[in-house]
């Protein structure tokens, strides 16, 4: 069951995928409780909890502003991610169940039913994505390897949704995660960790050279760096 700090969660990353919170921006616990219609206390945990996963950076004395992602940040994310998740791809192999195979072969299919609809947001495409590699976290059966992986996966997430992929790059991505689950369903470990590895590396290298956040919409507030 969702809880009211998840739901704070939730919403401070939604605006911040949307570019209503742009890099930069101090998040005020007062207004962010006001807007949500809660109470202080989940808002300040929301706030601690984000910033452990990246998306806020505490600043002492001032308190909370959204994560300036540099060119050099994403590439050290999506590093880590290939390292990570083409081990979890191996282990995997051996240990995905047929239900788990199932949905992997159903996300494939939206992705594609999303890709071939103009109308499809990057923020939309989002949430099948996490899904297909959050099931390759899960059947690699490790709770270090899963914890490190969420993580970094949250980051690569937010960054793939802000800033979103060329139109050839999202295409491949989805291919890639076709041949994944082909080879996790033949439980070759080494094919499935050598493809994995080059599905994460290969979106980096189609992630736009701006830097993120520059394209991000401007926040109405009583204080320009504030919210």
Same mark, same amino acid.
């Given at each position: 069951?969702?809880?009211?700090?998840?739901?704070?969660?939730?919403? *401070?990353?939604?605006? =911040?995928?949307?570019? +209503?919170?742009?890099?930069?921006?101090?998040?005020?616990?007062?207004?962010?409780?006001?807007?949500?219609?809660?109470? &202080?206390? #989940?808002?300040?945990?929301?706030?601690?909890?984000?910033?452990?996963?990246?998306?806020?950076?505490? &600043? %002492?004395?001032?308190?909370?502003? *959204?994560?300036?992602?540099?060119?050099? +940040?994403?590439?050290?994310?999506?590093?880590?991610?290939?390292?990570?998740?083409? !081990? /979890?791809?191996?282990?995997?192999?051996?240990? =995905?169940? %047929? #239900? !788990?195979?199932?949905?992997?072969?159903?996300? *494939?299919?939206?992705? !594609?039913?999303?890709?071939?609809? &103009?109308?499809?947001?990057?923020?939309? !495409?989002?949430? %099948?994505?996490?899904?297909?590699?959050? @099931?390759?976290?899960?059947?690699?059966?490790?709770?270090?390897?899963?914890?490190?992986?969420?993580?970094?996966?949250?980051?690569?997430?937010? @960054?793939?949704?802000?800033?979103?992929?060329?139109?050839?790059? &999202?295409?491949?991505? @989805?291919?890639?995660?076709? /041949? @994944?689950?082909?080879?996790?369903?033949?439980? +070759?470990?080494?094919?499935?960790?050598?493809?994995?590895?080059?599905? =994460? =590396?290969?979106?980096?290298?189609?992630? %736009?050279?701006?830097? #993120?956040?520059?394209?991000?919409?401007?926040?109405?507030?009583?204080?320009?760096?504030?919210?």
């Amino acid at each position: 069951m969702e809880t009211v700090t998840d739901h704070v969660c939730t919403a *401070v990353r939604q605006r =911040i995928l949307r570019g +209503d919170f742009a890099s930069g921006l101090f998040l005020r616990e007062d207004t962010l409780a006001k807007s949500l219609g809660v109470s &202080i206390t #989940p808002v300040q945990e929301a706030l601690r909890r984000l910033s452990v996963d990246g998306w806020l950076e505490s &600043i %002492p004395y001032r308190g909370f502003r *959204v994560f300036n992602w540099t060119q050099e +940040d994403i590439q050290d994310t999506f590093e880590v991610r290939a390292l990570l998740e083409s !081990q /979890a791809a191996r282990r995997a192999a051996s240990r =995905i169940r %047929p #239900p !788990q195979l199932r949905r992997m072969a159903e996300i *494939v299919a939206e992705e !594609q039913a999303m890709f071939e609809d &103009i109308k499809a947001t990057h923020c939309e !495409q989002t949430p %099948p994505n996490i899904e297909f590699h959050e @099931i390759i976290m899960a059947a690699a059966g490790s709770r270090r390897l899963q914890r490190a992986l969420e993580a970094a996966l949250r980051g690569a997430g937010y @960054i793939r949704s802000t800033y979103g992929l060329s139109h050839a790059a &999202i295409e491949k991505a @989805i291919k890639d995660h076709s /041949a @994944i689950q082909a080879a996790l369903a033949a439980a +070759d470990a080494d094919l499935a960790e050598a493809l994995m590895y080059d599905h =994460i =590396i290969s979106v980096v290298r189609n992630l %736009p050279e701006s830097e #993120p956040g520059a394209n991000a919409k401007s926040v109405t507030t009583p204080s320009a760096d504030n919210y």
